[in-house]
């Protein structure tokens, strides 16, 4: 255990800085000592809360006044990539960027890039890797309690970068983390829609074949109700995973056996790991390649959507095939009006 404490910066102030606030917090080898946001009150109000003084308008000025270790990148997504390339750029030991990795391929792979070249650990925040019910499923799937896994299907909601990015995170980590082959899929899009900025589609559903044969099946915003978790069949039994809980029925059992989550906090344990992978005692299981690989089967849809064909990974396509094809005209809005399902976390007149 290191002697001193590490130095966490965080990067935005809105909702979900407050969960990697409230990790910190869980953490006796980190302080907060910074924070950033371009809306003074609720950068006021996120500090004190949190106890953190030094406060800043400008991340980057952040970054240059302040000798941090690690920092948070808690922004909108189109930030992601700019945000942690400036914290890697100044030779931090770790960021913790939130989901989705970033909103293309591109960005993803020069964050990748500028993290290599000064040696700073990247890791994404999907926090479920760390829900308890869902690493059991993956521990269930790895001894063969269900055999051969063969098909995951998945109902989600609010864009896939959003969301679902967890869901195709939630297909790889219960797999133990297999590279996606090959994708197909299609999008919908006949109003001018946006989450937090990023155009979105309406509706969307993908396919993916996983190395080793498994099928995975996303629907968002099809045959709801949508939720984190999925049902995993296997050659010899089912798992029924939710966050709350993985129930399991296979042929040694004659009903389904409740497994329950332990409760503990996800995002303490995200951020103690964090320190864990800096102090070379374990790799994150949140690092950052696992992150990308989310985003890349998100743009594979995209961009079988665009080419109407099967995706044979990797992806070839490195800014947004969605927004490529909103561009192009592709995509023609039939009911105009632009609108942000997250419009609700706007403050002042923005509202």
Known sequence: MSERKYRVGIIGSGRIA???????????????????DPVQSVLDNFGQQFGIENRYLDAREMLAQEDLDIISVATWHKLHAPMTIAACAQQVKAVLCEKPMATSL????????????????????????FNSAWTDARQLI??????????????????????????????????????????????????????????????????????????????QEIAGPNYQGGIIYGSDGIIDLTEQRARLLNNKATDWED?????????????????????????????AEHGMAAVEIIMAIYESARMHEVVQMPVRTYCSPLELMIDNGDLPVERPGRYDIRSFLLHGEEM
């Open 18 to 36: 407050n969960a990697h606030a409230q990790g910190y917090q869980g953490v006796d080898e980190v302080e907060m000592v910074a924070a950033s």
């Open 142 to 219: 790895a001894e063969g309690a269900i055999g051969e896994p063969k098909q995951i299907v998945c109902r989600g909601g609010q864009g896939l970068l959003n969301d679902c990015s967890h869901l195709f995170d939630m297909m790889r980590y219960v797999l133990s983390d297999p590279r996606a082959e090959w994708v197909i899929g299609n999008v919908e899009r006949k109003t001018e829609r946006y989450e937090r900025e990023t155009p979105i589609e309406d509706r969307s559903a993908g396919i993916i074949g996983f190395e080793g044969g498994c099928i995975g099946m996303l629907l």
């Open 106 to 129: 591109g960005e993803c792979n020069e964050m990748m890039t500028v993290a290599q070249r000064n040696n700073v650990k990247v890791a994404i925040a999907h926090q479920r890797r």
């Open 259 to 287: 497994r329950p989550s332990d409760g503990s906090n996800q995002h303490v344990a995200q951020a103690r790991e964090l320190v864990d992978w800096i102090e070379d005692r374990t790799v994150h299981r949140g690092q």
